[in-house]
């Protein structure tokens, strides 16, 4: 099968995952297609004047539209510039099957595969009408893109939603649920495995979280339920690079906050943990907690199962999916403290149930989270895509 994967603000992509917007998503999805045999080839905008790369056998990164070096900001102004090129590549190279990624990825792709006939199945990643419930304030949420994403579900021949929270939030906007298929975001198992380096600790109970420091609500609750669980350390990982955390205004907050609360020996701020570093980080925890008010795709939870820690995060979002509440881990409303300090007791005081989730957990991870389970059901809408257009083609 001819695959296009329509990825605008994938501006720039590496075989090592980096880049922009979910590059390494992009990366293992397209990686684990050409793997089935199939023919990959991801379309971005172009903001420079390469045009075409290698990324892995298999699979072709084609940048296209002008290279006008403007930002992702300004993605949706761009995007005739960058449908109309689209056209012409798939006029002249026919693939059997679109599948764009994020809202201003499908507006292109429909545009360009209106007049051919070709199925365009449309990812959102995050819906606009969930980060503004959630009061997400690092997104771009306008007008335009609550209005538009609907239009763009019910158009397109297929959606796939990343866990079923937002699966419900699509059929209220009112995209038809037969159309809706729930693929989430997978894992490299390979990578994130209980097998490998651990991170060094000390003897006493860890936790560890990794969150983007801006997230403070969550992280607050985190450091109020530390307060109640005396004996027990805690590593927060993200935000800059920890030679720069003295300059990150956030990283302030939150300090003074441990101070007050008094559980500054306890918390350890690691600053930013790369790719290399966060398997064997994630590997040394007792338990990885996760309190996001708003997680999409449950991938710190999903990473932590993988290597075979079991995870105590927020019932939201992609989370609920990816945690088996009692079996893999806890699942606790967010913004409450008490409760959280209480479940994170009850597990660091019975270490044979902190096994048994740590084996359930590895096993969910392996297997629904693998990225060629993913592959396979993201061909299997693929195909039922293909299968609903064949009859309008051929008229």
């Not at 099957?97 to 959102?124: C, Y």
């Not at 771009?140 to 579900?153: K, Q, W, Y």
């Not at 559980?263 to 309190?291: H, I, K, N, W």
């Not at 359930?360 to 299968?387: F, G, L, M, P, Q």
Request: aromatic share 4%.
């Amino acid at each position: 099968m001819k695959i296009a994967l329509v990825a605008q603000q994938a501006m720039t992509l590496s075989s090592d995952g980096t880049g922009q917007a979910g590059g390494t998503r992009l990366l293992e999805l397209s990686r684990s297609l050409a793997s089935k045999g199939h023919q990959v080839t991801v379309y971005a905008q172009r903001h420079s004047t390469t045009e075409r790369a290698k990324l892995e056998p298999g699979v072709t990164v084609k940048y296209i539209g002008p290279a006008d070096g403007s930002g992702e900001s300004d993605l949706l102004a761009q995007v005739p510039g960058f449908s109309r090129p689209l056209h012409e590549c798939w006029r002249r190279n026919r693939p059997d099957v679109v599948h764009a990624l994020r809202w201003t990825s499908g507006l292109a792709a429909l545009a360009a595969a209106r007049d051919l006939r070709i199925p365009v199945v449309q990812s959102f990643d995050s819906l606009g009408v969930a980060e503004r419930r959630h009061r997400v304030i690092a997104r771009d949420v306008g007008t335009e893109r609550i209005r538009l994403e609907p239009a763009i579900g019910r158009s397109a021949s297929a959606v796939v939603a990343g866990s079923s929270d937002e699966e419900s939030d699509l059929t209220r906007l009112g995209v038809p649920r037969r159309s809706i298929r729930v693929v989430p975001c997978g894992v490299d198992t390979d990578e994130f495995s209980p097998e490998g380096p651990v991170a060094k600790r000390a003897a006493r109970p860890r936790l560890v979280t990794v969150a983007d420091l801006s997230e403070y609500e969550a992280l607050a609750t985190l450091l109020q339920a530390m307060s109640k669980v005396p004996g027990a350390d805690l590593v927060v990982a993200g935000g800059p690079p920890h030679a720069r955390l003295g300059d990150d205004l956030n990283f302030r907050r939150l300090s003074k906050l441990a101070g007050s609360l008094g559980v500054s020996g306890q918390v350890t701020f690691a600053g930013e943990a790369g790719r290399s570093a966060l398997p064997p980080l994630l590997r040394s925890a007792d338990l990885v907690v996760s309190m996001s008010e708003y997680d999409p795709a449950g991938t710190l939870a999903v990473q932590a199962m993988a290597c075979g820690t079991p995870v105590i995060a927020s019932a939201v979002g992609g989370q609920v999916d990816a945690v088996v509440d009692g079996t893999t881990g806890i699942l606790v409303p967010p913004g409450r403290p008490a409760l959280l300090a209480q479940r994170i007791r009850q597990l660091l005081a019975h270490p044979m149930l902190l096994e048994a989730f740590s084996v359930a957990a590895t096993d969910r991870a392996r297997s629904r989270y693998s990225w060629d389970r993913i592959a396979h059901e993201t061909i299997a809408v693929y195909d039922k895509a293909r299968d609903a257009a064949a009859p309008a083609a051929a008229a």
